[in-house]
């Protein structure tokens, strides 16, 4: 059984059963079992999550992106303050960039301002941090390989005429 074909399936629909995915792969229910298991012991498999769409709810919550150039560390490099930056709650995820920036830091809020005062209080002043940059959320149309808002139409003018 190829772990890639698993873990493809599970990383598009985390709710797939162990009988599902056994059906699909032409496996033994007991074979997947063992494998996803393994996945799960190795860290190959992380956790499994919902994606939300919380426009279509009634909580407000906002989500900026935020860069962090920050001044690595003598023998721990840019992990120190990765590891820092990433035991805050608002936190959603932390990555180590190449380009203009060093750390790609994803947050989330209730709102906008949330967001601001926990940048300039709590990211800005960590020992390392040079300089951010906060980028806010307006809308997403696409998370994680899923298409948000289903009211947006993709537009496709290929076989319009210019000149009418």
């Known amino acids: 059984m190829a772990m890639e074909q698993i873990l493809e399936l599970l990383q598009d629909e985390a709710k797939l059963s162990a009988n599902q995915l056994a059906v699909m792969l032409g496996e033994t229910e007991e074979n997947v079992r063992k494998a996803i298991a393994r996945y799960e012991r190795e860290g190959v498999i992380n956790g499994y999550h919902a994606l939300i769409n919380w426009e279509r ?36 995820s932390v990555y180590l960039m190449s380009g203009g920036y060093d750390l ?25 941090v040079l300089s951010t ?3 806010f959320v307006l809308t997403k149309y696409k998370d994680g390989g899923v298409i948000f808002n289903s009211d947006y139409e993709e537009i496709d003018e290929r076989g319009s005429n210019l000149c009418d």
């Open 104 to 128: 790609a830091v994803t947050v989330a809020g209730r709102t906008m301002q949330d967001i601001a005062m926990f940048v300039s209080k709590r990211l800005a002043t960590i020992d390392g």
């Open 57 to 92: 709810t009634e909580t407000q919550k906002a989500t900026a992106l935020i860069e962090l150039r920050v001044s690595p560390q003598k023998d721990t490099g840019f992990d120190e303050i990765a590891g820092r930056v990433m035991n805050f709650p608002e936190v959603e």
């Open 133 to 135: 940059a906060t980028h």
